[in-house]
């Protein structure tokens, strides 16, 4: 009798390395209402302008519903590249709506990205910690990871010019310059201008995700990599998802013309284009509310969300705990004892109505167990200050004192 395969063995080999996302698993529990969740990268529901996407959505529908409904092109929605590219000139990026391609959310850019420039066992360079969804990404297709260390000014640039000595075949850089996931640091400006000199000198391109970039609360904005760049080496990614909603899942790239209509092959390949019809109600959104307004808005929200944290922290946490003490962005990195496994914390977090994102899930290679990520964007200050007593009790009865 011949034996038959059994269906696992026809996966494809990439999937062998791949893991479930630990943030989307955690997120199954934090849907129970009370449970006070540090976990998800969640904008506040509470600000999105509801009433104005649903207008814009209407108008799209009532006024353009043909065209609106109909297949269109892979690049995107004219005026609403448009719009994006004035967008990136303000912040001092050289781009016109030929630039500029709409993706399904910025993680469609890491797909993309990846599916142009990685073969399998290709060399990338990203942070320890980094993003964990760009590790996923980058997973699927095979690559290496070369980390690089990280600390309050953002990436370390003296570790990747020795990890580019010792490894010049290094394909790609990946980096969130602004307020990063997991950590909450910011790129300080002489490691920007040095990173870009690096690229150049090396050949090696960076892949610049600026999610949060809009959502500064404190200290002078810095310019983007894309800014600096004078040699076409920066991809540019950034997404609607925090300044207007996440779930219409529109993001954009800019780059330049050599690799821009290689990324444009791709994405015809993955899902010809990005939702039409939402891609309209942007638009309209933009061109008939002060999105600057919107912003401004969920900067002061979030901003008090922070500081309400950072005291909390201060507050309750036990002496020998380090934190970050991000200007921007969603979240916060805290360190806790070598010793500590931020996992068993977490169940007993659970048990006390906590959850956060243990850290490991965000170290490419080697993991470290003893961080945690907290997300302050998505709980009112009330519930801050609550959860993070709670958290500190818990912490404490694992020696961190």
């Known amino acids: 009798m011949i034996a038959t395969p059994t269906p696992a063995a026809r996966f494809a080999r990439r999937m062998d390395s791949l893991e479930v996302s630990t943030v989307r698993e955690i997120l199954k529990v934090t849907e129970m209402p009370d449970i006070i969740s540090f976990a998800g990268g969640l904008p506040a529901p509470e600000l999105f302008p509801t009433q104005e996407i649903a207008q814009a959505f209407y108008k799209v529908i009532s006024e353009d519903g043909r065209l609106a409904l109909q297949y269109s092109t892979t690049e995107g929605y004219a005026l609403l590249r448009q719009r994006i590219a004035a967008r990136m000139q303000t912040k001092g990026i050289r781009a016109a709506a030929n630039h500029i391609l709409i993706t399904s959310g910025s993680q469609q850019g890491l797909d993309l990205v990846a599916k142009v420039l990685l073969d399998a066992g290709d060399k990338v360079i990203v942070e320890r910690p980094t993003y964990l969804a760009a590790i996923q990404t980058f997973s699927v297709f095979e690559a290496q990871f070369i980390t690089v260390a990280s600390d309050d000014e953002g990436m370390d640039v003296d570790d990747v010019e020795h990890k580019l000595r010792e490894h010049p075949d290094v394909k790609l850089i ?77 993001g954009w790239m800019v780059a330049e013309p050599e690799i821009y209509q290689r990324l444009v092959i791709a994405k015809q390949a993955t899902d010809l284009h990005t939702n039409t019809v939402a891609q309209r109600a942007a638009d309209r959104y933009l061109a008939e509310n002060p999105a600057d307004q919107h912003i401004a808005k969920i900067r002061a929200v979030y901003g008090e969300r922070c500081r309400v944290m950072l005291e909390a922290l201060a507050r309750y946490f036990p002496a020998s705990v380090r934190w970050t003490k991000p200007e921007g962005g969603m979240f916060l990195w805290v360190e806790l004892a070598p010793e500590v496994r931020t996992e068993e914390v977490l169940t007993e977090a659970i048990a006390e109505k906590i959850a956060f994102v243990p850290g490991a899930a965000f170290f490419a290679n080697e993991k470290e167990h003893n961080f945690m990520r907290l997300n302050f964007s998505n709980q009112k200050p009330e519930k801050i200050e609550e959860g993070i007593k709670r958290l500190a009790q818990v912490i404490a009865r694992h020696g961190a004192a």
């Open 174 to 250: 990946y980096l969130v310059a602004n307020f990063q996931n997991p950590s909450g640091t910011t790129l300080s400006l002489p490691r920007r201008k040095r990173l870009i000199r690096l690229a150049e000198r090396y050949g090696v391109r960076l892949l610049e995700d600026d999610p949060y970039g809009e959502l500064r609360y404190r200290g002078a904005a810095l310019p983007p990599l894309k800014a600096l760049d004078e040699s076409g080496l920066v991809i540019y990614l950034s997404t609607f998802s925090k300044t207007m909603a996440p779930g219409m899942r529109l």
